[in-house]
């Protein structure tokens, strides 16, 4: 006999909240009828500048349903990264705060398999599949749509209590469980992203030019930076936090307890200069298990070396 849906839903709220989540939200898999002219219209734009995988699998990102059969329920999670600790040389090119400790997508996956197994251990047989930033799935229009923020003029999740320094992640199941809904939208008349980012890549509230944002230009683009963005990247060579910096609602951040995103203190003690001389062995050792090896050695010396001639 099938579980009771309530107590199932409180089972993996539960779970979730045990492995360190600090919000869980579900919603019924359905297709995201608001969210389809906006994706259109976004990449009719050309929003999406170099990263071409976003034209891929239209119809699955819209409808997740089709990205993993039978799915009847999205299963939201938000897991913390905020830290106090920061680079201690204020000159030195700076790295976005999430990529300090190990590659998320490692810590949060371990997590997401341990709630999917505990799942079918305590629920029964559950299909499913979980998903950290790695398919074609709107996830921070599911974190809005299950009640876990609301999504901010920068077109980032953002929590009452916590703020905005979250990641992400999905699981999809197919079974019914009780449902969440959406919350209010409480940016306000606040402008402050808008307003204070250096390449005009928040082109209205709520549409983010991609092609525009520094994150892109460090982490997404391959070829040279264009010369015309010169002056413009406030010292960014590895993501960008100006947006999540300046929103009223960080001052709720807490310090994260996850041991294995406490930063890397070689990185947070190198100066200017030994960003400069940066060799392929110390990022090697640096680097081993950072989402930084994204853009791998050469990538972080072009950005690097952008910088340095502004």
Not at 69 to 74: A, D, H, R
Not at 90 to 119: C, T, W
Request: aromatic share 12%; net charge negative; with cysteine.
């Amino acid at each position: 006999m099938a579980m009771n849906k309530s107590l199932a839903t409180q089972l993996i709220k539960n779970k979730a909240s045990e492995l360190g989540f600090f919000f869980v939200g579900i919603s019924k898999a359905a297709f995201l009828e608001e969210e389809a002219p906006r994706l259109e219209n976004w990449l009719k734009a050309n929003s999406h500048g170099e990263m071409k995988y976003m034209e891929n699998h239209f119809d699955k990102r819209l409808d997740p349903r089709l990205l993993e059969e039978g799915t009847k329920s999205v299963v939201s999670l938000v897991y913390n990264y905020y830290t106090e600790q920061k680079q201690k040389d204020p000159n030195a090119p700076k790295i976005s705060m999430y990529a300090f400790g190990r590659d998320y997508h490692f810590v949060i996956r371990e997590k997401m398999n341990e709630l999917f197994q505990f799942i079918q251990d305590e629920i029964g047989e559950v299909g499913g599949r979980s998903f950290v930033d790695s398919a074609p799935i709107l996830d921070k229009a599911w974190a809005a749509k299950s009640g876990l923020g609301w999504i901010g003029k920068h077109t980032n999740l953002i929590t009452k209590e916590q703020g905005s320094y979250f990641f992400i992640s999905e699981l999809l199941l197919d079974i019914d469980l009780d449902y969440d809904g959406p919350i209010k939208d409480y940016c306000g008349t606040c402008t402050k992203c808008i307003d204070t980012c250096p390449t005009g890549a928040i082109i209205q509230p709520y549409v983010v030019d991609g092609s525009k944002c520094i994150s892109y230009f460090t982490i997404e683009l391959k070829e040279a930076i264009p010369q015309e963005m010169k002056g413009q990247f406030d010292n960014w060579m590895f993501g960008c936090d100006i947006c999540q910096e300046v929103c009223p609602w960080n001052r709720f951040s807490l310090q994260h307890n996850e041991p294995q995103f406490i930063p890397n203190l070689e990185l947070l003690n190198m100066n200017k200069k030994d960003w400069e001389q940066l060799s392929q062995q110390t990022f090697a050792t640096v680097f081993k298990d950072s989402p930084v090896k994204r853009t791998k050695y050469a990538g972080l010396m072009r950005n690097i070396e952008f910088l340095s001639k502004q």
